[in-house]
C-alpha cells in the first residue's frame, strides 16, 4: 500500500514527454491527455515537435517534447512541468529548462552513456551538474525493463525498443495516480487488429507502473484534486479534429453538403484526413494537386450548392489571394481556415505564430473585404468553424478562419454538446416570389445577394470575376455602377456585425487598465490577467474572436481605459489594426515573434512594465 505522506494533492500538474522524433512521445502525451479528460480533468497540451523529418538520433535537433497540463482551472500547457520525462541525454539537455525547481526528471539511464552524452554536445560525464539541474532526478532503467518484460514475446529488438514510451506511460499511471485499465483500453483500440503489439505494450505498461510502486519510498506520487464537471460526454479532442467536426455540423444544420477541396500543408493537414475519413456523413474531402486548385475547386462546389471549405497555412494562403478575390466578387459562401504557422515564405512549419492577420484581412487584389474570424482554443475550433459557415452561407461571403498550430495540435477536454445548442442555418435562397423576375446580384435588405442552386427552373445565371451590373448581373464598366458594387460588397460584410455577439470583458473590478488578444492566444492571456488580480493588480481582460467586422461595441470598450495593452504573437498586426479603425486610441503592446506560445510569466512581465511606467 502506498504511504500516505509520498502523495502531494495539487490542483493540476503539469508533465513533459521528451525523446527522439522515433520514440513516441507524441503518442504517450496523447495517451496521458486522453485517459485524464476521460476522468474528468481540464487539459490543455502542446505538442512541441521538430521541423527536420527525423534528425540523426539522439542529437539536439531531433529532440519531440509533448507537454500536458491536468487538474481544474487548467488555460495552458504550464510555463513549468513538474515532471520531465527525458529519454535520452539530448531530450533533459533541451528540456531541463522547462522544469521546476522542485520537479522531477525521470530519465532512461540506459541511454545515458558516454557515446549517448557527445551526441547531446555533453563535455562532462555528469550532465546534470553540467546543465545546473536543481530538480530531484529518478533515473530508471527502462531500455532493461522493456527487454526483461518482452524476453518472451517473439519480438526483435527494434519492435521491443517501440514500446519504451509505454514503460514511461506505465510510471505516469503510478506517479499520478491514473487509473491503468483506461490507459490499457486506449491501447487496446489504439492496436486493433494486432493483439501481439497489443499484449506487448501492455506488459511493458505493467512493468512500468510496478517499477513505480518499488521506487514509491524515494520520490513523491500526485493525486489531483479535480472539480465536478457538467454532465455529459467528454473526450479529448485538438484543434483540427475540432474545426472538421465544426464543419460537419453545420453542413447538418445548413442542408448542405460538405465540400473540401485542399492540398496537404503543415500544420493543417489534419483537417483534410480526418474529413477524408467522413464519408458517412455525406463529405467529400479531395486533396487537389495545390492551393489553387483546392481553393478553385471549392468555389465551383459553391456555385454548385454545397458548404464549400479549402485549408491551408500562410504561404497557402498568399497563394490563394486571387482566387478569394473571385469568390468575393461571386459573392459566394465559402469557408477559407488558415492554420498560421511561423514565416515569411515557408517558414516555420511546425512552430506556432499569429503573422497572417494583414494578409487575411487585405492580402487580395481591389478592394475585397472579406469576413475574418479567430477560434481561441482547440475546443473554441468547434464552435468558429460552425460560425464560420454560418455567416458565409447566411451572408453570401468568404470567411478566413484563422486557427495556428499551437492550439490546431494542441488539445483540450471537450464535452460533446447536444445538437440542439446549436441554430439552424438558414441559406438566403431566392425567396418564390421573386424567382420571376430575380437578377444574379439582386439583395435583401442586408445587402446580401440570394443564393441560386443551379439547375432549379428560371434560375439560371452566371456569375465570375468581371464586375457586373448592380441591377442587371450583366458585364459592366461603367464607373459609378463598380463603385456601388464595391459599397454594396463592403456594406454586405458590414452588416455581419448585427449577427455576431458583443466584446465580452472580464473583470474583477473597476480598472483602469484593458489586456486585449485575439485568437489562440486566449489561455495563456486569461491565465495572466486571473494571477495579476491575485497579486492585486487591477486589469480587466479582452480576448477577440470577431475581427473584420469588429464587434459593435468594440470603441465603446476600448475608449473606456486609460490604457489598452494588445498581446499577440507577431510585431503588433492587430495593434495597428485596432488603431486604424479607432484614431487616437494609444494601445501599448506586448510582442513575441519565436515560433513558440506566450508564457503566461511573459504577460505578467509585459504587463507589470507598462503599467509602472
Same mark, same amino acid.
Given at each position: ?11 493540476? *500538474? ?9 520514440? +513516441? ?60 520525462? &527525458? ?7 533541451? @528540456?531541463? $529548462? ?7 526528471? *525521470? ?48 519480438? #526483435? ?10 514503460? &514511461? ?58 472539480? $465536478? ?14 474545426? &472538421?467536426?465544426?464543419? *460537419? ?24 484526413? !480526418? ?54 466578387? &461571386? !459573392?459566394?459562401?465559402?469557408? =477559407? ?17 499569429? /503573422? ?34 454560418? *455567416? ?11 486557427? #495556428? ?11 460533446? %454538446?447536444?445538437?440542439?445548442?446549436? %441554430?439552424? =442555418? ?10 420571376? /423576375? ?5 439583395? #435583401? ?12 427552373? +428560371? ?9 457586373? #451590373? ?33 466584446? !465580452? ?27 495579476? @488580480? ?46 486604424? $479603425? ?14 513558440? %506560445? ?16
Amino acid at each position: 500500500m502506498l504511504d500516505k505522506t509520498n502523495v502531494l494533492f495539487r490542483q493540476s *500538474i503539469v508533465v513533459r514527454f521528451s525523446g527522439d522524433s522515433g520514440d +513516441g512521445m507524441q503518442l504517450a502525451g496523447t495517451i496521458f491527455s486522453n485517459v485524464s479528460a476521460e476522468v474528468g480533468d481540464q487539459i490543455s497540451t502542446f505538442p512541441d515537435y521538430p521541423a527536420e523529418v527525423r534528425a540523426p538520433q539522439g542529437t539536439l535537433n531531433g529532440v519531440s517534447g509533448f507537454q500536458v497540463h491536468v487538474g481544474h482551472g487548467v488555460h495552458t500547457p504550464g510555463d513549468e512541468c513538474d515532471v520531465l520525462i &527525458a529519454m535520452n541525454p539530448a531530450a533533459l539537455k533541451q @528540456n531541463a $529548462k522547462y522544469l521546476q525547481r522542485r520537479g522531477v526528471a *525521470i530519465v532512461d539511464i540506459d541511454s545515458f552513456k558516454k557515446s549517448d552524452l557527445e551526441k547531446a554536445l555533453f563535455q562532462t560525464d555528469d550532465p546534470y551538474t553540467e546543465i545546473g539541474l536543481k530538480s530531484q532526478v529518478v533515473e530508471v532503467p527502462m531500455t532493461s525493463l522493456v527487454k526483461a518484460a518482452l524476453a518472451d514475446s517473439g519480438l #526483435d529488438f527494434k519492435a521491443q525498443m517501440k514500446c519504451r514510451n509505454m514503460l &514511461a506511460i506505465g510510471l505516469v499511471c503510478w506517479l499520478f495516480n491514473l487509473p491503468k485499465a483506461n490507459v490499457l483500453k486506449y491501447v487496446e483500440h489504439k492496436f486493433a487488429g494486432k493483439p501481439a503489439i497489443y499484449e506487448a505494450n501492455a506488459k511493458v505498461i505493467q512493468a512500468g507502473y510496478d517499477y513505480g510502486h518499488n521506487i514509491h519510498a524515494s520520490v513523491s506520487t500526485y493525486r489531483i484534486e479535480t472539480e $465536478k464537471s457538467r454532465p455529459g460526454t467528454y473526450t479529448d479532442v485538438n484543434g483540427n479534429k475540432a474545426t &472538421a467536426w465544426g464543419l *460537419i455540423l453545420a453542413s447538418e444544420k445548413s442542408h448542405r453538403p460538405l465540400y473540401l477541396g485542399s492540398y496537404p500543408i503543415t500544420p493543417a493537414t489534419d483537417i483534410l484526413h !480526418e474529413l477524408a475519413k467522413r464519408r458517412d456523413l455525406g463529405v467529400k474531402a479531395c486533396q487537389m494537386e495545390d492551393e489553387i486548385a483546392g481553393i478553385c475547386s471549392a468555389i465551383g462546389a459553391s456555385f454548385a450548392g454545397n458548404l464549400a471549405v479549402t485549408t491551408t497555412s500562410g504561404p497557402g494562403l498568399s497563394l490563394k489571394s486571387e482566387a478569394m478575390g473571385l469568390a468575393v466578387m &461571386a !459573392e459566394l459562401p465559402l469557408v =477559407i481556415i488558415d492554420v498560421q504557422r511561423g514565416g515569411p515564405s515557408t517558414g516555420l512549419p511546425t512552430k506556432t505564430e499569429q /503573422t497572417d492577420l494583414m494578409q487575411a484581412l487585405y492580402g487580395r487584389s481591389g478592394e475585397s473585404p472579406l469576413v475574418v474570424v479567430a477560434a481561441l482554443s482547440p475546443t473554441d475550433c468547434f464552435h468558429m468553424a460552425f460560425e464560420a459557415a454560418r *455567416i458565409a452561407i447566411e451572408h453570401m461571403t468568404p470567411v478566413i478562419l484563422l486557427t #495556428d498550430a499551437f492550439i490546431a495540435n494542441g488539445s483540450s477536454a471537450w464535452r460533446i %454538446p447536444d445538437v440542439g445548442e446549436y %441554430p439552424e =442555418i438558414k441559406p438566403n435562397y431566392v425567396p418564390e416570389d421573386k424567382k420571376a /423576375t430575380w437578377r444574379a446580384y439582386e439583395r #435583401d435588405e442586408e445587402m446580401v445577394r440570394y443564393w441560386a442552386i443551379p439547375g432549379q427552373e +428560371g434560375l439560371g445565371h452566371r456569375v465570375g470575376g468581371l464586375e457586373k #451590373d448592380y441591377e442587371t448581373g450583366a458585364l459592366s464598366n461603367n464607373p459609378e455602377n463598380h463603385e456601388r458594387m464595391v459599397q454594396a460588397r463592403a456594406q454586405k460584410v458590414a452588416n455581419v456585425a448585427n449577427h455576431i455577439p458583443e466584446l !465580452e470583458v472580464k473583470s474583477e473590478g473597476e480598472a483602469d487598465t484593458l489586456l486585449v488578444g485575439w485568437g489562440g492566444t486566449y489561455g495563456h492571456l486569461y491565465t495572466a490577467y486571473e494571477h495579476l @488580480n491575485a497579486e492585486g493588480k487591477r486589469i480587466d481582460f479582452a480576448q477577440f474572436r470577431y475581427i473584420n467586422p469588429l464587434p459593435r461595441n468594440t470603441q465603446e470598450v476600448l475608449r473606456h481605459y486609460k490604457t489598452v495593452i494588445v498581446a499577440e504573437l507577431n510585431t503588433g498586426q492587430f495593434a495597428d489594426y485596432l488603431q486604424s $479603425k479607432f484614431p487616437g486610441l494609444k494601445i501599448k503592446r506586448i510582442n513575441k515573434t519565436q515560433g513558440q %506560445p506566450f508564457l503566461v510569466q511573459e504577460i505578467m512581465d509585459g504587463v507589470n512594465k507598462i503599467m509602472e511606467g
